[in-house]
C-alpha cells in the first residue's frame, strides 16, 4: 500500500503560480510513477502530468504545457506540480497518484494504471 497526501492548494489571482506537493508514504517511493489529475466541478477527471518513478522523463497534458511543471525528490518521498500563469479553467480538485512500475519508464495517462490516490486538494483560480 501507498499512502498519497496532497499539500499546497488553495485560492490564486489569474497569472498566478502555486506548487502543490504530494507526500507519499509506505513503499519505495521510486518504484512508482507518479501523476497529477484533476476534476473541474461538472466534468470528469482528467490528466494533468506524469514523471517517471526516476523522474527521467515526464509528460504534460497540451492544457497545460509550458505552464505547468512535474517533479519528484525520491529521497523525500515526494512529488510536486508547479503551476504558473494560471487561469479560472484551471480551477479544480487536484489529485496526486501513484502506479507500481518497478522496472519501467513508461509514464501512463490513464486513470486505471494508477493503482493509488490521494484525497485531493482544492485549487481555485480568481479572474
Known amino acids: 500500500q501507498v499512502q498519497l497526501v496532497e499539500s499546497g492548494g488553495g485560492l490564486v489571482q489569474a497569472g498566478g503560480s502555486l506548487r502543490l506537493s504530494c507526500a507519499a508514504s509506505?513503499?519505495?517511493?521510486?518504484?512508482?510513477?507518479m501523476g497529477w489529475f484533476r476534476q473541474a466541478p461538472g466534468k470528469e477527471r482528467e490528466f494533468v502530468a506524469g514523471i517517471s518513478r526516476n523522474g527521467r522523463y515526464t509528460y504534460d497534458a497540451d492544457a497545460v504545457k509550458g505552464r505547468f511543471t512535474i517533479s519528484r525528490e525520491n529521497p523525500k518521498n515526494t512529488g510536486y506540480l508547479q503551476m504558473n500563469s494560471m487561469s479560472p479553467e484551471d480551477t479544480a480538485v487536484y489529485y496526486c497518484a501513484a502506479g507500481y512500475r518497478s522496472h519501467s519508464d513508461y509514464v501512463p495517462r490513464r486513470q486505471p494504471e494508477y493503482g493509488y490516490w490521494g484525497q485531493g486538494t482544492q485549487v481555485t483560480v480568481s479572474s
Open positions: 509506505g513503499r519505495t517511493f521510486s518504484n512508482y510513477v
